[in-house]
């Protein structure tokens, strides 16, 4: 598989690349972003063959197919990495909830939050470019709280490989800040800033974008890298489970092979719902994909009415965070697929220049083709999480959001699959709530009260989170970034 850009190629760059390069150097042209070219086609016969394989099977053989330029032991060793999940046989179990509404529970991981599923064999695998290379990286991170967890935890003790991480003082919860400062690693660095997510993200693409931060660091060996969600070399990783999540309602016997399915996707950045988007281009029967919002409703503008505009919006904290983001940066990858790289330009040029762009009425036929859209609200949500454990299933508040598009944008009688996200322990302030309409200021209340009320056992991964010494107590003001990342190195 191959890599070309989405926003066209400016004759400077590259005109392909391949895996390893896209995830290495992800910068493009007109600051595109990498695309494949072209997927590989699974059909029946390969589903069929696969109906018995455990998920590490599955995955190496669908990655056989997307034919990467890594090679097989390297792959193998970044899949070994699910035997870490709390079932290796089942690294993601498929739950029925109702007949026709299964959950594919994406959180078992080491961090509790569906981040996991790709940063896990994403870190290995750019750690083991860097050691062939024989070059040494520093990946910055910034995060509202799931993707900063999931990164140190996959990239701790890796070789030629460096992390600093940056999150909101206050802006992530007990659990989610516990995770980070009490990472103790020596090539990884947690710093707190005075500010919100915006101004950690702001930071990084500063950071990124600095010539003389990276003078700096060239002076003292070491690339730049970042492990955000544009990355390919994440994506990739989630195509896997919508094909696995598939087979799974096939062996349960819920579908029969061959039948279509809604695909119910909790959507932020939009990567998750694009791994489903690629899956079904591969073949994966999919009738539609729904796409799930909290208040921060661009993704169901865009979807429902072919617009997309910032220009009178700002972000409204939820209590789906790792949901509140405006700018959804796959969506480009959309974009590009449905109507090719001069009006994905075009488009993306709008939006950076005039903060919205707006698709015609057959670009938005068309993208209504895939995809259908809701949101809701932080008091809907919290009744969905209520009504859901009455039928005996918990949920977290990011999950949530897809009953609400299930309620609404169901056509046809066929099963969904919901993607759940995190588990009820990094959320669980606004889950007790729910559940009881008790108000804690404290994670580790919530997460006693859920612990009774729903007879569960707080994993111990999280118990002790609240024993552990603290490793990182540095908070700094913006301005200090840089200056606290170099003495670190
Ligand atoms: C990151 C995240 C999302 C959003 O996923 P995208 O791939 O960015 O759309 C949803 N829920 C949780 C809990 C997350 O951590």
Known sequence: MEFIESRGNDGQQQKKVTFSQAILSPMC???????????????????????????KTLASAILTH???????????????????????????????????????ELYHGPTRAFKDMA???????????????NHNYLILAATSGDTGPAALETFKNKKNVQVACLYPDGGTSDVQRLQMVTESADNLKVIGIHGNFDDAQTALKNLLASDKFKATLKQKNIDLSAANSVNFGRIIFQILYH???????VRQGAINLGDSVYLNVPSGNFGNALGGYYAMKMGLPVEKIMISSNANNVLTELINEG???????????????????????????????????E????????????????????????????????????????????????QGYLMDPHTATCLKTEATKKEKELVTIVYSTAEWTKFSPTIANALTGEIDTHDLDALKSISKTAQIKIPDMIAELFDKPITHSTIVEKEAIEEEIIRFL
């Open 343 to 390: 009006r994905t330009k075009e488009l993306m040029t709008q939006l950076d220049t005039e903060n919205k762009y707006q698709l015609t009425e057959q670009e938005l036929t068309l993208l209504q083709e895939t995809f259908v859209a809701d949101y809701c609200s932080d008091e809907e949500g919290k009744q969905f999480i209520k009504e859901c454990f009455e």
């Open 307 to 341: 617009r997309y505009d910032l220009s009178s919006k700002s972000v409204i904290p939820t209590a789906s965070p790792a949901m509140d983001i405006l700018k959804s940066s796959n969506v480009e990858r959309i974009l590009y697929d449905l109507l090719g790289a």
């Open 243 to 249: 094909i696995h999540s598939y087979l799974e309602l």
């Open 66 to 104: 997307l034919d990467v330029d890594i090679a097989d032991e390297e792959i193998q060793a970044a899949l070994d990495l699910y035997d870490k999940f709390d079932d290796p046989k089942n690294p993601v179990p498929v739950v029925k909830v109702r007949d026709d509404l299964y959950v594919s």
């Open 119 to 133: 940063l896990q064999p994403f870190g290995q695998i750019l750690s083991s470019i860097a050691q062939n290379n």
């Open 29 to 55: 042209s007109f600051g595109g972003i990498y695309v494949p070219e072209q997927l590989p086609e699974l059909d029946t016969d390969f589903l069929q063959k696969h109906l018995n394989s455990d998920y």
